[in-house]
């Protein structure tokens, strides 16, 4: 049982070094190499703990069979290597679950970029809407004139609103 304990433990130990070296590089793996990297990292990380749960289980057996002085300190090491080995697993699903949110993120981003936004159709649709009105194109032109007179108005406005608000501020506190 010893060789098996310590040949599971020593695999344990490197697959949390893996872990610690997996949270020096996680930064790196926003790049598409990176990614694929982290994916082939991933899933040996995830073969060696698959394969320190068989060992597990079969220190469970021998833990099991030991002489009744030892047995309870048998199976406290093995339970103690089973948390580290479920702890070590939950760290990779969470590292997975973060890879792929990112992954997502940045897929949503690049169809983000890539669509084209226009107004053009929405200011030809209005144009179409008021001729069906009966509206000529030299009011058409006059109301865009207007908006546009507007928006220098309003941006006036609230400039002027801003410089009261500080006034008021300095000279009343």
């Not at 949270?23 to 991933?42: A, G, I, N, P, Y």
Request: glycine letters at 2%; a positive charge.
């Amino acid at each position: 049982m010893e060789p098996l304990y310590q040949q599971t433990h020593k695999s344990t130990r490197s697959s949390l070094a893996w872990d610690a070296w997996r949270r020096q590089t996680s930064s790196l793996c926003r790049q598409l190499f990176f990614f694929l990297f982290c994916t082939v990292v991933e899933n040996e990380i995830q073969a060696s703990i698959d394969q320190i749960f068989s060992r597990l289980e079969r220190l469970e057996i021998l833990s099991s069979k030991e002489p009744p002085n030892k047995r309870q300190n048998a199976k406290l090491r093995v339970d103690q290597l089973k948390y580290d080995v479920q702890h070590l697993q939950t760290a990779l699903r969470n590292f997975q679950h973060r890879r792929h949110a990112r992954e997502q993120q940045e897929r949503q981003r690049e169809e983000l970029l890539s669509r084209t936004f226009t107004t053009n159709g929405t200011q030809k649709k209005i144009l179409d809407i008021a001729n069906m009105l009966g509206l000529s194109n030299t009011v058409m032109r006059l109301i865009e004139k207007r908006a546009f007179q507007d928006k220098y108005f309003m941006i006036g406005g609230m400039l002027l609103t801003c410089v009261v608000m500080f006034l008021v501020v300095q000279y009343l506190t």
